[in-house]
């Protein structure tokens, strides 16, 4: 938990009406019918209602605007879980990959990342592996955080750190 609610005006409703024209429930956990009540990744339907998540994140240096346009619906879980990044592709990519998980009941807990040196231990192991070597830790943490961000309170996770990573490998090997 640990998401910081703010005054916000754009409506549940009105992010299911600018989304329903432009994504088929074919790549989600609902139907648009059910899209106010049901989660869009999972399609559970949480007593306490779903939740805003921001596409790109509203924290700078970001900047993502309340806009329907920049939001997604999800259920306390898989706001948690969600991608944190700077470009905007990501999140629906993120929808369609693994909303499946749940069909199929195969769904393996997203990986979490408890510390700074748990980050940096990913990220050198990453850059490793790319091939990519001599950038020292400032530097990568430094360019991770141009890309990333975090729920407020909130450990990193999968979908964000890989993303973060492929961010840091690009800048580095055009550096
Ligand atoms: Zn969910």
New binding site residues.
């Given amino acids: 938990m640990g998401y910081v609610a703010t005054a916000r005006s754009t409506t549940k409703q009105a992010i299911a009406d600018h989304w329903s024209p432009l994504v088929s429930e074919l790549d989600m ?1 609902c139907d648009w019918e059910d899209a106010v009540t049901d ?1 869009w ?2 399609g ?1 339907e949480p007593s306490r209602g779903l939740e805003r998540c921001h596409i790109v994140p509203a924290q700078e240096p970001f900047n993502g605007p309340d806009d329907p346009s920049n939001y997604v619906l ?2 306390s ?2 706001h948690r879980e969600a991608p944190n990044v700077s470009d905007p592709s990501v999140m629906w990519q993120w929808i369609k990959d693994t909303h499946r998980y749940y069909d199929n009941g195969s769904y393996s807990p997203t990986w979490w990342f408890e510390t700074q040196r748990d980050l940096w231990d990913k990220l050198s192991e990453g850059c490793q592996q790319a091939g990519v070597t001599g950038a020292d830790e400032d530097t990568l943490t430094a360019i991770f955080a141009q890309h990333t961000g975090t729920h407020a309170g909130d450990s990193l996770n999968t979908p964000t750190l890989r993303f973060g990573m492929t961010k840091v490998i690009e800048h580095i090997a055009a550096a």
């Fill in positions: 956990g989660c990744r999972c559970v999800l259920c879980r898989c």
